[in-house]
């Protein structure tokens, strides 16, 4: 049997075990998935290797020193600097960011985005940035603090903070901060996101599962709008495809989907 996990801290309430062992299920794929809660992030190659595992997902906050520790990165992973996807291969951790792909996935129910603002400059708004950087996506990004700006300056982004911000028209407005997870605060001050919605198309909140005061305010301004469950889910479906490595199907995703809502 070929056994998964997921790394992270806090990782009790992370659904991806039931998400992807609804995929393993659904393929018949001897393998079970579980979770492990990780202190120190320095630690992810040798408990890896000490769980004999096939693959693994790692979250928050260890995405980073996950991609520190990989033998080999693949992909965009390399520029965006984290990965959420372990693979053993021939005695060798190798490392991906399923995170930019799995977003870019959950964008194409929308018409063409040539130009983004991205609201928040965390580790997700990275692997965004460098998703639209390669599909050629103009790109936007106002964060809270103006410290966190330097890696999508150098990445060729507008870059602002608050008290410089000045608003363009733009296809897709993206929240990728934390507010409205576990708050009611807007990600930016309220004039400031009234603005960008009143230029804008479509929204996408990375925070899942409900609708967040983003997104109530794309609503009441009719932009089509989304919230990040399509981000979990199509993360996992391509993690599934190179732990498996199988081609998912519409049937597998839809299992994935039942399992990450059970
Ligand atoms: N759907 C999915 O699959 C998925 C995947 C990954 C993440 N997410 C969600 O994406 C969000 C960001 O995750 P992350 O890992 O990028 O976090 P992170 O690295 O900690 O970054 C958090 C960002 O949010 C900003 N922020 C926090 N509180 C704010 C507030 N009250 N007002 C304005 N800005 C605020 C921070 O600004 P400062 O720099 O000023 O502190 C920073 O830019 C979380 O809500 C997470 O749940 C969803």
Known sequence: MDNFTIFGNPVEHSKSPQMQNAGLKSINYNGFYDKTHLEDGTKIKEVFLQKNLKGANITVPHKEDAFKNADEVKGLASKIGAVNTYIKQDNKIIAYNTDAPGFMKALEEF???KKAIILGAGGTAKAIAVAFNEANIETTVINRSKNRLEYFEKLGCKTSSWNNFSCETYDLVVNSTSAGLKDDNYPTPLEILEDILSNSK?????????????????????????????????????????????????????????????
């Open 111 to 113: 018409g063409e985005v």
């Open 202 to 262: 479509y929204a996408f909140d990375c925070i899942y599962g409900k609708l967040t005061p983003f997104l109530q305010k794309a609503k009441e301004y009719n932009l089509s709008y989304k919230d990040g469950e399509d981000m979990l889910l199509y993360q996992g479906v391509i993690a599934f495809e190179l732990f498996t490595n199988t081609k998912a199907t519409k049937e597998l995703i839809e299992a994935m989907r039942e399992g990450l809502n059970a």
